[in-house]
């Protein structure tokens, strides 16, 4: 089977995967309006392409809080990669790696920190956190990530408890036996996600910030009261994200908030955006409304399942070379190019 598209490897995946993994990493919550929300409002952003620009020499690199990426595109945070391929996290890894781009690694991987770290020796790799009631389980996985290179810490600020996500309930999903929570072994019993803490407030990124000297972003930012919250809290970067559809039914698509959590933070943290990229076009669309990068969630877990580290390049580059020819036939020589004035808003 060509594979072309992303939704070829989506085919593939549901096609491949026992359905109990295809159905945890497909899940949304409660009816999966917002989940397929944010495919859905992408549709209704019309590009304002110019013409004769000359974009016969294309620059579709950026940087990541002065890091630079091969383009605007990583991976985002999700858990168990094992689940999709037996290599899991370390051939994500590689793979970003592999393409120059970020990887964030999430608390829930199949594999340690140490060994996602050891697979791509020198990769741009962020650390994804969730904060628990233990505050020592916490503390010392940002230590171990710092320590480890790692050179971002993202903390998740859309879970204090787990979305209501149907199928999951009615599998009665966990991991397979000979599967792990590998950085919290020993911390507690896997997948009780109860040990999440929700008291977590704005407060606790001042003492993140003690821990740490990485720079924070945090992630699951929608409205710009939040944006706003977030950089008087010394936070560098904000993911608008609702945690791809899996938490609150009814929140808005992710780049229908962006528009407004740009606006709020005025240029003084970087804004970068996950949840439904499915298209090169897609990038473009969130680049122009003001997004530095985007993240992929659950287009990565596909392409682990089709064929591990090999099969995550391959959705990296057609998602590169739709997003160079997307730019070329919307004008644009170079990243810096890309703004508001490319897009609006479909009347339908």
Avoid at 84 to 113: F, H, Q, V
Avoid at 127 to 143: D, G, K, W
């Amino acid at each position: 089977m060509a594979m072309v598209c992303l939704s070829d490897f989506e085919a593939y995946a549901r096609k491949y995967l026992p359905k109990i993994a295809w159905d945890f990493f497909a899940a949304g919550a409660d009816d999966c309006s917002t989940r397929d929300e944010n495919i859905l409002a992408y549709k209704r952003i019309r590009f304002r392409p110019r013409m004769l620009r000359d974009v016969s020499m294309m620059d579709i690199r950026t940087k990541l809080l002065g890091t630079e990426i091969s383009f605007p595109v990583g991976i985002a945070p999700t858990g168990f990669h094992q689940l999709a391929w037996p290599d899991g996290e370390k051939s994500t890894a590689r793979a970003a790696k592999a393409m120059n781009t970020c990887y964030i690694a999430s608390t829930y991987s199949t594999c340690t920190l140490e060994e996602i770290s050891a697979a791509a020796p020198g990769g741009l790799r962020w650390f994804q956190l969730y904060i628990h009631r233990n505050r020592a389980v916490s503390q010392q996985l940002v230590q171990r990530a710092e320590a480890l290179g790692f050179q971002g810490l993202v903390l998740t600020a859309d879970l204090p408890y787990t979305g209501k996500r149907c199928d999951d309930v009615r599998n009665g999903f966990r991991l397979p036996p000979h599967m792990k929570l590998k950085n919290l072994e020993g911390a507690f019993e896997v997948c009780k996600r109860s040990l999440l803490d929700p008291s977590v407030t704005w407060n606790d990124i001042y003492w993140l910030r003690s821990l740490t000297h990485l720079p924070i972003i945090i992630k699951g930012i929608l409205t710009k009261e939040d944006a706003e919250l977030a950089v008087r809290h010394g936070v560098q970067g904000i993911i608008v994200s609702n945690h791809g559809g899996r938490q609150l039914d009814g929140g808005p698509a992710t780049i229908d908030a962006l528009v407004e959590v740009v606006e709020a933070v005025q240029g003084r943290v970087e804004v970068y955006l996950d949840g439904g990229i499915r298209k090169g076009s897609d990038v473009l669309k969130a680049l122009a409304l003001g997004a530095k990068c985007v993240f992929i969630g659950r287009p990565a877990l596909w392409g682990l399942a089709y064929k591990g580290e090999e099969g995550l390049q391959d959705v990296l580059r057609i998602l590169q070379d739709e997003f160079r020819l997307s730019m070329a036939l919307a004008g644009c020589a170079s990243i810096s190019e890309i703004g508001p004035h490319l897009v609006q808003f479909s009347k339908l």
